[in-house]
């Protein structure tokens, strides 16, 4: 009997261990990774990709896109890019644009975006984000910000102030 309670209180104290092991906080990630906006779904030409640190690539389809980077398409260039609200951004040809903003809760499907056009041309079809909160999407240009109300639209800058 007395084997048998030593043994039931050993499991009681190991039992007891591993859920306080469960119930504890896990460690914080050392550095939170940047959250990926979209991916680039096609490119036609010399289509570059600018990141926040402003480290330069070579787009591709399917490389993902962060919620701060640049899209710079060459002459005869264009890219289509698809963000986490399914908002479709093509770019055309000669352009520079900035995703500058770009946060999305798939969950509560609540976010914003603030993307400039500094040069060239820009087709938008809005996403959830635009289909629930039309005001959360901006758009920039050199002279003018606008706020759009439709789910389709382009736009076009020629870079001169």
């Given at each position: 009997m007395k084997k048998f309670l030593t043994a039931a209180l050993g499991l009681a104290i190991v039992g007891a261990a591993t859920l306080a092991q469960a119930q504890a906080p896990a460690a914080a990630p050392a550095a939170a990774a940047p959250q990926q906006a979209g991916f680039v779904k096609t490119v036609r030409g010399n289509v570059q990709l600018l990141d926040s640190a402003g480290?330069?690539?070579?787009?591709?389809?399917?490389?993902?896109?962060g919620a701060v980077d640049r899209i710079v398409t060459g002459p005869d260039s264009s890219a289509a890019v698809v963000l986490r609200d399914n908002t479709t951004l093509m770019v055309g040809?000669?352009?520079?644009?900035?995703?500058?903003?770009?946060?999305?809760?798939?969950?509560?499907?609540?976010?914003?975006?603030l993307v400039s056009l500094l040069r060239g041309s820009m087709r938008m079809i809005t996403?959830?984000?635009?289909?629930?909160?039309?005001?959360?999407?901006?758009?920039?240009?050199?002279?003018?910000?606008?706020?759009?109300?439709?789910?389709?639209?382009?736009?076009?800058?020629?870079?001169?102030?």
């Open positions: 480290a330069t690539r070579n787009a591709a389809p399917g490389d993902a896109l040809p000669s352009s520079r644009m900035d995703l500058k903003e770009f946060h999305f809760d798939g969950t509560t499907r609540d976010g914003g975006m996403g959830l984000i635009g289909k629930t909160n039309p005001d959360a999407v901006r758009v920039e240009t050199q002279t003018a910000t606008i706020g759009i109300r439709g789910t389709d639209f382009i736009v076009q800058t020629d870079g001169q102030p």
